[in-house]
């Protein structure tokens, strides 16, 4: 079984920042487009940034040019750098590994189904609180 690890999450105020990471093995790492999605409370998880293992990315139009997504093939690991944070931004935040090549782009503009969270290999999520 696949197993991704993030970290980072916590509480901040309004226009404050955080970095996620994720970490998985590399043979996975390698091989997958890396996604970050979230979940607030009562809504459906969505999609917020994707990344390719050639680099190429993606970014959801709420969080672009506050958010960017990087990856460092060296430590096996994806990041999420989010800056002036919004309380919107609150909810639980996702790392995902998916084998096929740049479908997690397509959930960028579009509620995840149920069967992308079937297909993905998921982390145990961290939470953000963004709040005054």
């Known amino acids: 079984q696949v197993q991704l690890v993030e970290s980072g999450g916590g509480s901040v105020q309004p226009g404050g920042s955080l970095r996620l990471s994720c970490t998985v093995s590399?043979?996975?790492?390698?091989?997958?487009?890396m996604a970050w999605f979230r979940q607030a409370p009562g809504k459906a998880r969505e999609g917020v940034a994707a990344m390719d293992h050639d680099e190429t990315y993606t970014v959801a139009r709420s969080v672009k040019g506050r958010f960017t997504i990087s990856r460092d093939n060296a430590k096996n690991t994806l990041y999420l750098q989010m800056n002036n944070l919004k309380p919107e931004d609150t909810g639980v935040y996702y790392c995902a590994a998916d084998p096929i090549e740049r479908r997690p782009f397509m959930y960028m503009t579009r509620p995840v189904d149920a069967p992308l969270l079937d297909a993905l290999n998921w982390g145990q999520g961290t939470q953000v609180t963004v709040s005054s």
């Open positions: 590399r043979d996975v790492f390698i091989t997958s487009c």
